[in-house]
């Protein structure tokens, strides 16, 4: 791929910062409008499914008056990777807690501005304890009909496809790009990557605090999510803290003794559902979750980087720990990780959504 130009759009989307990086060799002008097309792609998806907007096709579905709603395909296969969540989960996954979510005091669009302090987020927290599953789940009331694009469920019981959806968005992109030579799609935190060259791609996990990045995975292909409570967190009217992971068993914001989980996977929203998964568990199940790799972020701050081997150990923030991984699908290399001190072993191209900054390594 040398020489091959990148097609680069960041943008402000989904309440962060939206990247698309498109390169290939031999099809620049193509590569040129599919990185168009895809800029596009998720601002009009961002105004059809905000659950903030009135006219969206979420608020829509959430105020049908009938059981059975018709809907986008798009639509569809949201709704049934929330529910594939779900089961995975056990239900720590919801997509059914809108209305929790909106008595906790997340109704509107919440600014990227307001991320707090680790101490500003958990002053006056409740005792710590894992999350767990509705007691009387709802979510066996809600089915999905993918290929004749229905949904049905009880009128008036509001869905919320939240993180889960910005997943859905970076694989439909994914399989648009993927005959290009190389691609990355960050969808403020939700992060595919990959392309025909399979160009290793450096991932660098941010610290909650925004700091030094706590760890660069190196990716040929293959998806990361981080999940955490400091960015959309608030104070609700009484002084207690809140943020937008509720704990479904009590509808309550979730402080488990984790502030932030970052999950390798194949897909973007197994990714995106394995890592709020992995940090409504808490400190002692968490790791059970990041079969493919990730990081953890404790309370105290202290990280721990999980291998695909299930071993754990602490993340130095100087980069000198790696991620090694045994199925090929992630790479692990020395050369990238140092690539934000050492700018001439990567290319400029980059994006820092809030939750990762992305390169890929200049070709020789």
């Given amino acids: 791929m040398t020489g091959a130009r990148e097609h680069i759009h960041s943008f402000p989307c989904f309440g962060g910062e939206c990247t698309v990086i498109v390169a290939d060799a031999e099809h620049d002008a193509q590569a040129a409008t599919a990185a168009l097309e895809a800029r596009a792609a998720l601002l009009t998806w961002h105004r059809r499914f905000s659950r903030f907007r009135a006219d969206s096709e979420i608020s829509f579905l959430n105020r049908a008056p009938y059981r059975v709603v018709r809907v986008s395909p798009l639509m569809a296969r949201i709704v049934r990777a929330g529910l594939d969540a779900a089961r995975e989960t056990g239900g720590l996954v919801d997509v059914t807690l809108a209305a929790e979510v909106v008595r906790a005091g997340y109704s509107d669009h919440l600014e990227p501005g307001c991320r707090q302090t680790t101490g500003e987020a958990l002053d006056g927290a409740p005792a710590r304890r894992p999350a767990a599953p509705r007691s009387r789940s709802c979510l066996d009331q809600v089915t999905v009909d993918v290929d004749a694009a229905t949904i049905t469920r009880p009128p008036g019981l509001a869905i919320d496809v939240g993180g889960i959806a910005k997943g859905v968005f970076a694989d439909e992109l994914a399989r648009m790009l993927d005959g290009f030579d190389a691609y990355a799609v960050d969808c403020a935190g939700d992060l595919r990557v990959g392309g025909r060259a399979r160009l290793p791609r450096v991932v660098q996990v941010a610290a909650p605090d925004g700091g030094v990045p706590l ?63 992995a940090l409504l568990s808490g400190p002692k199940r968490a790791a059970s979750w990041l079969a493919h790799g990730g990081v953890l972020v404790r309370e105290d701050g202290r990280s721990v980087l999980v291998r695909e081997d299930g071993r754990s150990e602490p993340v130095c923030r100087d980069g000198r720990s790696e991620p090694v991984c045994q199925d090929g699908l992630y790479a692990s290399a020395r050369a990238g990780i140092r690539a934000e001190i050492q700018p001439s072993r990567s290319s400029s191209t980059s994006s820092r959504s809030g939750s990762f900054r992305i390169s890929w390594n200049s070709p020789s």
Wanted: charged share 15%.
């Fill in 215 to 277: 760890h660069a995975f190196t990716l040929r292909a293959g998806a990361a999510a981080t999940s955490g409570i400091l960015r959309r967190a608030w104070r609700l009217p009484d002084g207690r803290p809140a943020h937008h992971l509720l704990d479904p068993g009590s509808g309550l914001p979730a402080f488990t003794g984790l502030i932030q989980a970052t999950a390798l996977a194949p897909t973007a929203a197994r990714a995106e559902a394995i890592a709020k998964a």
